[in-house]
């Protein structure tokens, strides 16, 4: 059975960083494609970014560029984004989630509909 657990949400002011953690289990961590995805109120899911770990391809929504980082611990199953410069426009509930899948392009990898694994949730929330 496929698991992803979230942690490291939590409240931080504008400029600060966070680190988000997924711990992955019950499936081949090597193989998948990662991705965060985060939900503001109101708002539809997005992707935020997004990793092949058979490859190294990488995806980050514009939003994301230059302030997160995406990575992996493929001994630990674990899948890790480090957030720099919150804006309070990052306030979200955050996501992970993991499938396997191949697509052509890197900003795919933050598609969806591709993925069936996801986790709880863990909330950001950045104050001005």
């Known amino acids: 059975e496929v698991q992803l657990v979230e942690s490291g949400g939590g409240l931080v002011q504008s400029g600060g960083s966070l680190r988000l953690s997924c711990a992955a289990s019950g499936f081949a961590f090597d193989d998948y494609v990662i991705g965060w995805f985060r939900q503001a109120p109101g708002k539809e899911r997005e992707g935020v970014s997004c990793?092949?770990?058979?490859?190294?391809?990488?995806f980050y929504a514009d939003s994301a560029k230059g302030r997160f980082t995406i990575s992996t611990d493929n001994a630990k199953s674990t899948m890790y984004l480090q957030m720099d410069a919150l804006k309070p426009d990052d306030t979200a509930v955050y996501y992970c989630?993991?499938?396997?899948?191949?697509?052509?392009?890197?900003?795919?990898?933050?598609?969806?509909?591709?993925?069936?694994?996801w986790g709880q949730g863990t909330q950001v929330t950045v104050s001005s």
């Open positions: 989630a993991a499938d396997r899948f191949l697509v052509s392009t890197n900003d795919r990898l933050c598609d969806e509909f591709f993925y069936q694994s």
């Open positions: 990793r092949s770990n058979s490859d190294g391809r990488t």
